[in-house]
Every structure is written in structure tokens, then in C-alpha cells.
């Protein structure tokens, strides 16, 4: 049973939108990551954050913007989105010790028509 | 940068048989963590097995296991009597041990292998 929590799971929606995924974890984990999943299952980490009111951008860059008011929230917002942001967006999170695995969401699939 | 490469995009085994998938990696550190995670169809990215480099000893949890090369930057994923669950994308990933303030400490996959049970 999952401790991180991705909602919607699926989400068809209109250029020019704006859209909020969400992501909350149950583990008080002060690590969370976002990772976009390209339809080749190629794994990408687009934003990052070690706690709250901290936020830094990954190694892909992407237009995509997130928020880390409180330890279990870790929102990713697109103010416009465009059909090149369709894809699958996981979610996960991680314990203080670098041996500790990340644990995944179930992901969000977005597509932008 | 690290990268993490796996080499066979599909595999195929017949239920009941051994597989074994194929990672390296290339990093100038001494000091990491290993990973292979599992990612079902339409389901949950989890964990299958992981291995710290300082650790001679080869991983094993059930059916699954490793064979990890230090020297040679190789890191395999063993699955025995395949069973039908098994079928799912399988990820290699790398973790740094160090963190220097500047940048991401998650992890680095490599493209991932489909696998493919045979009944």
C-alpha cells in the first residue's frame, strides 16, 4: 500500500490551462522528488526539495514550477500547459540517509491536447 | 556526471526460468548506492534490491539477487523461477554517497528493460 499519494492519476486537459498535480507522503520524509517519465520510460528529475521552503530545479530543465509549505506537501504546478508537457509525472520521496530507496507515487499521466 | 546505462531495452523468459538483466554505470566516486527498481504497467514504481558499493557481499532478497563489479562498474539483476508477476519495466539507478550542497542527491536511472514473461 502506497505512502505517497499522487492525484489525479489521469488527466486530459486543453492547451493553455493551468493545472496542479499534487503529491503528499505520509512518511515525514524532508526529501521529495519529481521525475518525468517520457513515453520511452526514460526517467528525468525535473524539481527536488530537502524540507520545507526548500525547492531547487533538477537536471531537466522544465517549465513546470513547485511549493514545499509543509513537510508532507510537494505540488507541481504548470501556469500554461502545452501538449509537449504530456507525459507521466511521478512523484517520490526519501529518508535522510543516502542508502535509503525513494518511494514512488502511482504517477500522474497528463496529456495536453 | 553519473550515467547509468542498461543495454537490452527487452528481454524475454519463459515462467519458471532464470533472466538476468544488465546494468553499468560509469562514476569517478568511490562511495555509492545501487538500486533496481520495478515499475508494473500502469502500477507503482517499487524497489526490488539494493546493494551498497562498500560491500562485497552480492544483494539477495528471494528469487532476486545481483552481481555486482566494483572494478568493472557492473551491476546485474538475477531474477530466478520468473513468475508471471515479474513481468514489468525494470530500472537500474545510481545514488551518490556524497553530497556537496550543489546539486540533486536523487537518483540517476538508466532507460530501463522490458521484461517479458513467457507462460
Known amino acids: 500500500e502506497a505512502d505517497i499519494y499522487q492525484t489525479p492519476r489521469y488527466l486530459v486537459i486543453g492547451t493553455g490551462k493551468k493545472i496542479t498535480l499534487e503529491c503528499s507522503q505520509t512518511?515525514?520524509?524532508?526529501?521529495m522528488y519529481w521525475y518525468q517519465q517520457d513515453p520511452g520510460m526514460e526517467l528525468h528529475l525535473i524539481h527536488y526539495?530537502?524540507?520545507?521552503?526548500?525547492?531547487e530545479k533538477g537536471d531537466l530543465s522544465s517549465e513546470s514550477t513547485v511549493s514545499r509549505i509543509r513537510t508532507e506537501h510537494f505540488p507541481l504546478t504548470l501556469e500554461s500547459a502545452r501538449p509537449s508537457h504530456t507525459s507521466q509525472y511521478l512523484c517520490?520521496?526519501?529518508?535522510?540517509?543516502?542508502?535509503?530507496?525513494?518511494?514512488f507515487g502511482n504517477g500522474t499521466r497528463l496529456t495536453v491536447t | 556526471a553519473q550515467t547509468v546505462t542498461q543495454s537490452q531495452p527487452e528481454m524475454s523468459v519463459q515462467e519458471a526460468e532464470t533472466v538476468t538483466l544488465s546494468c553499468t554505470y560509469d562514476?569517478?566516486?568511490?562511495?555509492?548506492?545501487l538500486f533496481w527498481y520495478k515499475q508494473p504497467p500502469s502500477r507503482q514504481m517499487i524497489l526490488v534490491i539494493r546493494?551498497?558499493?562498500?560491500?562485497?557481499q552480492n544483494a539477495t532478497e528471494n528469487r532476486f539477487s545481483v552481481n555486482f563489479q566494483k572494478a568493472a562498474k557492473s551491476f546485474s539483476l538475477k531474477i530466478s523461477d520468473s513468475q508471471l508477476g515479474d513481468a514489468a519495466m525494470y530500472f537500474c539507478?545510481?545514488?551518490?554517497?556524497?553530497?556537496?550542497?550543489?546539486?540533486?542527491?536523487?537518483?540517476?536511472f538508466g532507460k530501463g528493460t522490458h521484461l517479458i514473461i513467457q507462460p
Open positions: 512518511m515525514g520524509h524532508d526529501k
Open positions: 539507478a545510481y545514488r551518490s554517497a556524497y553530497y556537496a550542497g550543489g546539486g540533486a542527491d536523487g537518483l540517476t
Open positions: 517520490a520521496s526519501s529518508g535522510e540517509l543516502y542508502n535509503s530507496p525513494l518511494h
Open positions: 526539495s530537502y524540507g520545507v521552503n526548500s525547492t
Open positions: 562514476t569517478s566516486e568511490s562511495d555509492y548506492y
Open positions: 546493494q551498497e558499493a562498500y560491500k562485497q
